[in-house]
């Protein structure tokens, strides 16, 4: 636990209005100093590599190429250190729950308040958990193309969050081009355990056909 004001944070966002925002944000705090900006999760585990300094970092939950859950559970098993805030504009309540379950110790919308931000982070340093209310603000306002993006990420997203760590090894070596065979031997298992776990992420994600759980996979970041 911190005993002092002074934290040093990632800005982890694909969007350069979200990116200056926060610097100008943040501009009056000199105790709360911006070390580093990441657009994707490959490049937020870079700089973690090189700066064993940051403490805290906000995560948006739609990043290029990234598979948001693995990079959460990247960060908790080798940056346990670090303090994970998730500032997003998705607010649906089960993607809320899913990604604090995984180990994400803030959550706050894209309309929180600079306080709320402030606040989140002085918090998640006294080893507590933080939900902005403004998560749970509907915005009747939002446009038609915002809403449905929300519904596509509630059809996938959300559904992601329930595989396992070993399909989604399997979903990543099939959208490769590995054979079933092949992966049964990579992964020191049976040629029918493996088809065995393929029909069960097809029914977890409501998926008929090995097409459709590519092109899922390749949405997620994982190929």
């Known amino acids: 636990m911190k005993d002092h004001g002074s934290f040093k944070i990632i800005i982890t966002d694909n969007n350069p209005i979200v990116i200056e925002g926060f610097i100008s944000l943040f501009d009056p ?7 580093g900006i990441a657009h994707d999760g490959r490049d937020l585990l870079t700089l973690l590599q090189k700066n064993h300094g940051a403490d805290t970092v906000f995560l948006d939950l739609h990043l290029p190429g990234t598979n948001i859950y693995r990079l959460i559970k990247d960060l908790v098993v080798q940056h346990n250190y670090l303090k994970i805030i998730a500032f997003s504009s998705y607010t649906m309540p089960k993607l ?8 994400v110790h803030a959550y706050l919308s894209k309309t929180a308040s600079l306080n709320e931000i402030v606040y989140a982070i002085e918090r998640v340093h006294k080893d507590e958990r933080f939900i902005s ?33 070993r399909e989604m090894d399997i ?9 079933i065979r092949d992966i049964a031997t990579k992964l020191y298992m049976s040629k029918q355990s493996i088809e065995s776990h393929q029909k069960n ?3 977890k994600l409501k998926m008929k056909t090995t097409h459709q759980l590519m092109d899922f996979a390749e949405q997620q970041g994982l190929l």
Do not use: A, W
Request: charged share 25%.
């Open 201 to 203: 992420m097809m029914k």
């Open 133 to 165: 209310n403004s998560v749970y603000q509907k915005d009747l306002k939002s446009c038609p193309e915002e809403n449905q993006f929300s519904l596509e990420l509630d059809g996938s997203q959300l559904h992601f969050s329930s595989l396992t760590e």
């Open 96 to 103: 809320v729950q899913d990604v604090m379950e995984f180990g």
């Open 171 to 179: 979903i990543t070596l099939l959208g490769r081009g590995f054979s």
């Open 29 to 35: 705090f000199p105790e709360k100093q911006i070390i």
